[in-house]
């Protein structure tokens, strides 16, 4: 069982306002009456995950909704955490190597344009920079999934396995199994991620995500 302290660190980690007034409420997809919790880590093929959830009912529409109060979602938000053993909670992760790659071809046509990935690395990811204040934890996969060090979801997919993990998901919450893929990235996948790193930069993001490397044991996949 989940303690009181838990929930109450669960709690305050997603109702974090960030510099530009956003939370980390807005990736959950929840349904209460189901009791399935799923929350969506940037460039993890979540938007397939999320389209296939609101496709079966399994989405309340609070803590994604824009249109809410803060105060709203985040008293939704109190009651999901204060039943947090109850849920079915799944989420799924990737390799941080390649995830920054991803990254780095999205927020280049939405707000980075003519930036180089090394400038991406070095002036985005090194540093506090203006499009993203707090970048760090939005990404960082260790925070976004444990308490204490401890894993705070039932299920945690692997991008690198995705359809067999969430065939999996579907099965455990009840719900048909559907190939939908949304939001595909559009840059040339043939190049291998590795590729994209020099020594220096693959020291950079080694540095930034020590904790998340290590816990989930990423390597290069020449390693």
């Known amino acids: 069982m989940t303690s009181q302290e838990v929930k109450d660190k669960i709690f305050n980690k997603f109702c974090i306002i960030d510099e530009r007034s956003h939370t980390l409420l807005s990736p959950f997809i929840v349904s209460r009456e189901k009791k399935v919790l799923y929350w969506h880590i940037a460039k993890t093929g979540g938007s397939s995950i999320d389209f296939l959830l609101k496709k079966n009912n399994l989405n309340d529409n609070v803590l994604d909704n824009i249109n809410l109060t803060f105060e709203e979602r985040k008293s939704y938000f109190r009651d999901v955490v204060d039943n947090w053993d109850e ?108 590729s994209y790193y020099t020594p220096e930069l693959k020291s950079i993001v080694d540095h930034h995500f020590k904790q998340e490397i290590e816990y989930f044991n990423w390597r290069h996949l020449n390693e």
């Open 87 to 194: 849920y079915s909670k799944f989420t799924f992760i990737r390799n941080k190597y390649d995830q920054l790659v991803s990254l780095y071809h999205y927020d280049r046509f939405a707000s980075l344009q003519n930036c180089s990935f090394e400038e991406f690395i070095k002036n985005h990811i090194n540093q506090k920079s203006s499009f993203y204040p707090n970048y760090h934890y939005w990404i960082d996969q260790h925070f976004l999934t444990t308490i204490d060090n401890v894993n705070i979801f039932n299920f945690i997919g692997r991008f690198e396995n995705y359809q067999n993990d969430l065939k999996k998901v579907c099965s455990d919450i009840g719900i048909p199994f559907e190939n939908v893929r949304k939001n595909l990235g559009t840059y040339n996948k043939s190049k291998n991620y590795t």
